[in-house]
C-alpha cells in the first residue's frame, strides 16, 4: 500500500494552482479519499501533486441570491454543519449524511467527490437533481458547466486537464417543492447499489412536477424520466408505473454485490419511496 | 476487603490501545533495521519457469533478494501441527517460498529486502516471474471429484483427510425414522479481520547465536517451537515476544512462512529485517475461515423427538495445511454435532480438500460455529416440518440438569449445565409469546417479522493434554504461571497465554489480589516473551481464563502457602492457628496479633527469620491440566423484520442468555459477549469471501468485504445464568466464542421464520438483501 514516488507542493494560491495544472503534469489533491487510495494500490501514479487543502478561497458556504455558492473544497461536514445547506438544499443535506463516515466526511470534499465522478456515488445525483451549475478555472479563463452536462461516464467528466473545479452554484429550491434521498448502501463500502434523489412539486395533494436523479446503477447518474408521476397522489400503484420505465436506455451494472435485475429493481423502489417521500415533505 | 472477583473494574490495557501508545509489532525500532516485501502469485496455481530478480537486485536500496531456490536444503517446510489420527492426513511440503509450482494468489514466490519499506516495496514490481498456468479449483466440493485441477503431487484427488464421527447407529434411525428433513449449507468463507494485520520483527545475535523475533502472536511458545523446526536453530536459542497484538480471531496462531523468512533474512544478512502486512496481503494471505459444503440430515419421530443427525462435509483447507486447519472440521466440528441435545444416533463423513485459495484454519469459534449452526438450522427445519413450534422441539431434545454431566453419542462428556433454565430466561425476556401474537397481527398487515432461536453448547477451555495428544495436535494444553512477589509487596505474575484483546490482564489481576488480599494495582500480568514467561499454549479455544487463569490460581495459592508457613514462624503460632482475614494472617482469637501479606513479602524477600528447612524468596510456578472441556452455553433469540420489497432485513431485538460459570469480570464478559455477537451477525448478514473461478480474491478489500459496522449493528441484550464447572478452580468456562456460535444460527432462523408465509425453508447466508431478495422471486415463482 505504498505509492510510487511523486513530488509535494501545498498552493497558496489558486493562481499558482492554475499556473501548474497549465503545465499538464500535475493532479490535485482536496480530501484525498479518492485519490490517495488509488495511488496506495498504484492505479493512479501522478508524478506530482499539488495539494489544494489550504486554499481558502475553494471552501465555504454562501448565500447567494435565492440559492447558494459552496466552495469546491468544502468538506462534507461543513456542509452537515450549515444551517443555510439545511434550508435551501435539504436534499444535499441528506444525501450528505449518507456519505461514508465521520472520518471520511472531515476531510472530503464536494468537488473532490464531484471531479473523481465514481459511478457509484451520491453526489453526481444530488446535484443532477438540485439543477446545479459548476463553475471551472483555468489559466485560460471561466467556464460555467451545467451539472446535467459535468458527467459523461464512469470517472469520466467535462472538467479539463487544466482545470480548476472552483464553486457550485445552487438555485433556490422550487416553490411547494419537498426532497428526498433514498439509498440502498453496499455494505462494505458505503456506496449506492442503487439510489434516488427527487425534488417534487405539488398542487394541494397532487403532484405537479418531479425532478428524478439515479445513481449507482450504469456508468454515471442521469435525470430519469417519472414525469408520468405527475398528476397523481404518488400512491405505490400509481408510483410503480412512473418509475417502471426510469432505466430505459440505461445499461445496468452487475457485481459481486448485485446482479443486474436486483439493481434495476432497487432503483425502481429507490425512486418511488424518493418521490413518496419528497411529496410528504412538499409544501 | 471487598472481593475483586466479579467486580466489572475498567480494563487497564485500555487506555494505552485508545490513546495509540501500546506496543505493537510495527513499532519495534532497532538501529539497523532493514524492511521486507513478500513477491507473491498473481496465478491461483501454476508452474513456476523463471524467477529473474536482476532488476530488483539492482533497484535503489535493495539488500537482498531471496527466492524458493535459494532456500531449497536450507530451511525446513512450513509445519502442520494438528495430525488428525484415522483420517488418512496428507501435509504435502509447504515451502516458505515457492519453488516450482504457485498453489494460490498470494503464494510467495520471492523476498525483497531493502533500505525502506518503499524501496522494498518498488523492488516488488522488478522481479520478473514467468509463470504457466494451471487449473484452479477453489470450491471443496468440486476439487474432490475426477478430472479437478491436482494440486499437489502427493495428495489424489485434492483429498487431504476423511474423517468419520460415529456414534449409536444411524443408518438404522435414518431407516426406521418417520420423520426426515435435509439441508444443503454453504458456510462461506470469512477473513478474520484482526484490527492489526500480521508483523514481524527479526534479529539476529550472530555472537551468541540467538534469534528474537517480535511478532503478531497468539501463542509465542508455539510460535518458538515452530520456528525452530523451520529454522533449524534450536528451541532455547530462539526467543518469540509478542507485545501487544490487536485481535487475531484464530489468525495468529498459526505459522506462517513470512515470519520464518524473515528470521531468515536476519539470520543470513546481518540486519535486522521488518515484515508488515498491509490490509490487502492480509486478506490474501492471512488464513481464511469456515468454508464448508455440508450436506445434512435430521431424523426423528412425530412427536418432536430427535433420533438421528448425518452429515456428509466438504471443508476446503486452501492450498496447503495451516498449522492447526485439520483439526478444525473434525475434532472441532464433528465431536459437537449432538449439540445441546440428546441425539442417539450420530453420523459424519468430512472430506478436507486442497483448493488453490489461501489457507483456511481456526477463525473465531473454529468448528464449532458450523456445527451450532447446521443443528440448529436442523432442529428448525425439522419443527417446522412436523408444524410444531421449534422452541417446544428445543424443549422436548434439550439435555436436562439432571443427566449431567452426560456424554453424548461421539463420546466427549458435557461437564454440566442447565439448558432449560437459560432457555427460559431468555424466551420470557423476548416475551416470545407476545411477539408470535404480533407477528400473526403483522403477518396480515403485510408486513414480515420473524423470530429466532439458537439453543447451543460449546466445547471449549482446549483442553486435557491427554487428548490433545490422543487427537494429534502437536503439544500440550495446559497451561502455567509464576506469581512473584517483590519486596515491596507488588507482584509479577507471568502466564504463558497471550491475551490480544481479551482483557486479561485486568481479569488475572483480580484473581491474584484477590488472593493475596492487596489491591488489583500492586499485581502486574506478563504476557508474550518466552524468555521471561512460563511455557504455555496461547490464547485461543476460549481457554485463556479456564485453563490459564487456573494456573494462576494455583501459583497464586501456592506462594499463599508458604507465606501462611512464614507467618506461623514469625507469630511463633501454629500454622492451623492462623486465619486469613482483611489481607492477613491472623491468630485465632487474637487478631492483634498478625502479618500482613506486605510484611510477610518483605520478610521473605530479606530473609533474615526463616523457619528451618525454608527457601528465601516468594514465589511459586504452577501448571494446570484440566481433566475436561468446558461447555459454556445458553440460549440466543432474536427478532428481525424483513423488506420483502428490497431484501433488507432490520434486526429488532438480539437477547442472548449465556452462562459461562461465574464472572471474574462481568464487563468484559459482557465485551467478548458483544464482540462474538456482532461477528457472528457479521457472518449471518453481510461477509462472504468470494473467490472467481480462476481463484482471484474478489472481496480483496474492504470496499467489497463487508466488515460489520457499528452503524450496521443492533443492541446486543446481555444476560446470564451462572453454572460453574467442576473443572477447573475458577468454575469458570470461556466465553470469547460463545457469541459467534450462537448467534449465526440465531438471525438465520429468524430471517427464514419471517419469510416462512412464502414457502421459503432456507437460504444460504450471508442473507444479504440480494440474497433474500432472490429468494422470494425465486419463491414467488420466478423472478420478473
Redesign the interface.
Known amino acids: ?2 505509492p ?2 511523486f513530488d509535494y507542493a501545498r498552493a497558496k494560491t489558486v493562481r499558482e494552482v492554475l499556473n501548474a495544472l497549465s503545465t499538464g503534469e500535475v493532479k490535485l489533491l482536496a480530501g484525498g479519499h479518492s485519490l490517495i487510495p488509488l495511488m496506495r ?1 498504484r492505479l493512479a501514479q501522478p508524478a506530482k501533486l499539488i495539494d489544494i487543502g489550504g486554499l481558502t478561497e475553494l471552501q465555504g458556504i454562501d448565500v447567494k441570491g435565492k440559492g447558494l455558492r459552496i466552495g469546491a473544497a468544502t468538506t462534507y461536514r461543513d456542509i452537515l454543519d450549515s444551517g443555510a445547506v439545511k434550508e435551501r438544499a435539504p436534499l444535499l443535506a441528506e444525501a450528505t449524511h449518507t456519505i461514508a ?1 465521520t472520518q471520511v466526511r472531515n476531510r472530503g470534499t464536494i468537488g473532490g467527490g464531484l471531479a473523481h465522478a465514481d459511478p457509484a456515488s451520491d453526489m453526481p445525483a444530488v446535484m443532477l437533481a438540485l439543477d446545479a451549475t459548476f463553475n471551472l478555472r483555468s489559466k485560460a479563463g471561466k467556464r460555467s458547466v451545467q451539472a446535467r452536462e459535468f458527467f459523461q461516464g464512469a470517472f469520466a467528466t467535462d472538467l479539463k486537464d487544466d482545470e480548476i473545479f472552483y464553486e457550485i452554484i445552487l438555485p433556490a429550491p422550487p416553490k411547494k417543492s419537498g426532497s428526498a434521498y433514498v439509498s ?1 448502501e ?4 458505503g ?1 449506492a ?1 442503487a439510489a434516488a434523489a427527487a425534488v417534487v412539486t405539488k398542487s394541494r395533494k397532487t403532484i405537479t412536477g418531479v425532478t428524478l436523479a439515479i445513481t449507482g446503477v450504469g456508468d454515471k447518474a442521469f435525470l430519469a424520466d417519472a414525469s408520468a408521476a405527475v398528476g397523481t397522489h404518488g400512491e405505490d400503484a400509481e408510483l410503480d408505473l412512473a418509475v417502471a420505465g426510469i432505466l430505459s436506455g440505461i445499461t445496468v451494472n452487475a457485481d ?4 443486474a ?2 439493481r434495476s ?2 432503483a425502481r ?1 429507490a425512486a418511488k419511496r424518493a418521490i413518496q417521500t419528497a411529496l410528504g415533505r412538499a409544501g | 476487603m471487598a472481593t475483586l472477583f466479579g467486580s466489572g473494574i475498567k480494563r487497564r490495557e485500555d487506555p494505552r490501545f485508545l490513546s495509540g501508545t501500546g506496543l505493537f509489532t510495527d513499532d519495534v525500532k532497532l538501529p539497523d533495521l532493514a524492511y521486507a516485501a513478500v513477491v507473491r502469485s498473481p496465478y491461483a496455481h501454476a508452474t513456476i519457469t523463471k524467477v529473474d530478480v536482476d532488476a530488483a537486485r539492482k533497484s535503489p536500496g535493495v539488500i537482498a533478494v531471496i527466492t524458493g531456490k535459494d532456500l531449497v536444503g536450507k530451511v525446513g517446510t512450513v509445519p502442520c501441527a494438528f495430525n488428525v489420527p484415522g483420517c488418512g492426513l496428507i501435509t504435502p511440503p509447504h515451502h516458505m517460498l515457492a519453488v516450482d509450482k504457485v498453489r494460490y494468489v498470494g503464494d510467495g514466490v520471492a523476498l525483497i529486502v531493502a533500505e525502506s519499506r518503499a524501496a522494498a516495496r518498488d523492488a516488488v514490481d522488478l522481479v520478473d516471474v514467468d509463470y504457466e498456468p494451471l487449473g484452479a479449483t477453489v470450491d471443496p466440493e468440486k476439487a474432490v471429484q475426477p478430472g479437478a485441477p491436482q494440486l499437489h503431487a502427493e495428495v489424489p484427488n485434492n483429498v487431504a483427510l476423511t474423517w468419520v464421527v460415529a456414534g449409536g447407529d444411524a443408518e438404522a434411525a435414518f431407516a426406521s425414522a418417520p420423520v426426515k428433513v435435509k439441508l444443503r449449507i454453504v458456510q462461506q468463507r470469512l477473513l478474520p479481520t484482526a484490527m492489526e494485520p500480521r508483523a514481524a520483527v527479526a534479529t539476529f545475535n550472530k555472537a551468541m547465536g540467538q534469534l528474537t523475533l517480535w511478532t503478531t502472536s497468539q501463542n509465542p511458545h508455539i510460535h518458538r517451537f515452530l520456528c525452530s523446526l523451520m529454522l533449524g536453530l534450536p528451541e532455547h536459542k530462539i526467543r518469540v515476544i509478542s507485545p501487544d497484538v490487536g485481535g487475531g480471531f484464530g489468525s495468529k496462531i498459526p505459522a506462517y512462512p513470512d515470519e520464518a523468512l524473515v528470521s531468515y533474512a536476519a539470520m543470513t544478512l546481518g540486519r535486522s529485517v521488518k515484515w508488515t502486512e498491509d490490509r490487502s496481503e492480509n486478506y490474501k494471505v492471512t488464513i481464511h475461515g469456515r468454508d464448508h459444503i455440508e450436506y445434512v440430515e435430521m431424523c426423528g419421530t412425530k412427536d418432536g423427538t430427535i433420533t438421528g443427525i448425518r452429515t456428509k462435509v466438504y471443508a476446503g483447507l486452501g492450498a496447503y495445511a495451516s498449522t492447526a486447519a485439520p483439526g478444525v472440521p473434525t475434532i472441532l466440528h464433528g465431536l459437537m454435532y449432538s449439540g445441546a441435545y440428546m441425539i442417539p444416533n450420530i453420523h459424519g463423513t468430512i472430506v478436507g480438500a486442497y483448493t488453490s485459495t489461501a489457507p483456511v484454519d481456526a477463525y473465531r469459534g473454529a468448528g464449532r460455529p458450523e456445527a451450532t449452526f447446521l443443528i440448529e438450522r436442523l432442529v428448525d427445519t425439522f419443527a417446522r416440518e412436523l408444524k410444531l413450534d421449534p422452541v417446544e422441539v428445543r424443549r422436548k431434545n434439550l439435555i436436562p440438569k439432571e443427566k449431567m454431566p452426560y456424554t453424548v453419542a461421539t463420546g466427549i462428556t458435557y461437564d454440566s449445565g442447565d439448558y432449560h433454565t437459560a432457555m427460559d430466561k431468555a424466551l420470557g425476556i423476548i416475551d416470545y409469546k407476545g411477539f408470535r401474537e404480533e407477528q400473526a397481527k403483522a403477518r396480515k398487515a403485510g408486513k414480515y417479522l420473524g423470530i429466532g432461536v439458537s439453543t447451543y453448547t460449546e466445547i471449549c477451555g482446549l483442553g486435557p493434554s491427554q487428548v490433545a495428544g490422543q487427537i494429534g495436535f502437536g503439544g500440550g494444553l495446559y497451561e502455567s504461571a509464576i506469581v512473584r512477589v517483590y519486596p515491596t509487596g507488588m507482584v509479577r505474575a507471568y502466564i504463558g497465554t497471550r491475551p490480544h484483546g481479551q482483557g486479561e490482564e485486568t481479569t488475572f489481576a483480580q484473581i491474584v489480589a484477590d488472593e493475596f488480599g492487596v489491591p488489583v494495582e500492586s499485581v502486574e500480568i506478563v504476557a508474550g516473551d518466552t524468555d521471561n514467561t512460563a511455557q504455555g499454549w496461547g490464547t485461543y479455544g476460549s481457554r485463556t481464563t479456564a485453563v490459564g487463569g487456573a494456573a494462576l490460581k494455583n501459583a497464586a495459592v501456592k506462594v499463599k502457602e508458604k507465606a501462611k508457613k512464614l507467618a506461623a514462624h514469625l507469630l511463633e503460632a501454629n500454622e492451623n492457628d492462623l486465619e486469613w482475614n482483611d489481607g492477613k494472617f491472623q491468630v485465632k482469637g487474637s487478631p492483634a496479633q498478625a502479618k500482613s501479606f506486605g510484611e510477610l513479602a518483605l520478610m521473605a524477600n530479606v530473609a533474615w527469620n526463616m523457619p528451618a528447612g525454608m527457601e528465601p524468596g516468594l514465589e511459586a510456578n504452577a501448571f494446570f491440566d484440566p481433566t475436561n472441556f468446558v461447555f459454556p452455553y445458553g440460549t440466543h433469540i432474536s427478532t428481525v423484520e424483513v423488506d420483502i420489497e428490497t431484501g433488507d432485513t432490520k434486526i429488532l431485538r438480539y437477547v442472548c442468555v449465556d452462562d459461562c460459570g461465574p464472572h471474574i469480570n462481568p464487563m468484559i464478559v459482557e465485551g467478548q459477549v458483544h464482540g462474538g455477537v456482532i461477528q457472528g451477525i457479521g457472518e449471518a448478514m453481510q461477509e462472504i469471501a468470494i473467490y472467481t473461478d480462476d481463484g482471484q480474491l474478489a472481496t480483496g478489500t474492504m470496499m467489497d468485504y463487508a466488515v460489520p459496522k457499528a452503524s450496521q449493528m443492533p443492541r446486543v441484550e446481555s444476560h446470564y445464568t451462572y453454572t460453574p464447572t467442576p473443572v477447573n478452580p475458577l468454575g469458570v468456562k470461556g466465553i470469547g466464542e460463545a457469541g459467534t456460535i450462537a448467534s449465526v444460527p440465531c438471525i438465520v432462523n429468524a430471517v427464514i421464520d419471517a419469510l416462512s408465509p412464502l414457502g421459503i425453508t432456507h437460504i444460504d447466508k450471508p442473507l444479504t438483501p440480494a440474497r433474500v431478495w432472490a429468494a422470494i422471486q425465486q419463491a414467488k415463482g420466478g423472478a420478473k
Open positions: 500500500m505504498i510510487v514516488e494500490f463516515d440502498f453496499q455494505k462494505a463500502s456506496y447499489i459481486i454485490h448485485a446482479s435485475e436486483y429493481h432497487l423502489v
